[in-house]
């Protein structure tokens, strides 16, 4: 739309921009990203806590070979047991979802699905 200023004229073009959803989308980002870092740095902790945990489980275990009677020793192979299922669940968690399959059937996945095809282009 042209408009003047003074003896100039001049056409301005008007851009408007919903800027709360660009923020909230940005914050979702940084969010997500963070979640991400989070994954990664328990994965890592959990594979440093695991691999400090084989010398000492197996010094646990010669020690409780040595000395079945020892307390201590069967106090200490428990709770690196518990340790040990903790740093499990935390690289289930951190890492990747493992894929599931199961049987299905076909055919009548295929009618299904073109039952639900052809019921939905007759409402449009």
Not at 102 to 123: V, Y
């Amino acid at each position: 739309m042209p408009v003047s200023f003074g003896k100039h004229a001049s056409n301005i073009i008007v851009l408007l921009k919903e800027a709360a959803s660009t923020t909230k989308l940005d914050e979702h980002l940084r969010r997500l990203d963070r979640l991400a870092s989070i994954g990664t740095l328990s994965a890592s902790m959990a594979h440093e806590i695991k691999n400090a945990l084989v010398p000492v489980t197996t010094f646990v275990g010669l020690l409780l070979e040595q000395n079945p009677e020892a307390e201590l020793a069967g106090t200490v192979r428990r709770e690196m047991k518990r340790v040990d299922s903790i740093v499990k669940r935390m690289l289930k968690f951190a890492g990747p979802d493992k894929p599931s399959y199961s049987d299905i059937r076909l055919h009548e996945l295929l009618e299904h699905s073109l039952r639900w095809f052809n019921t939905g282009s007759k409402e449009t």
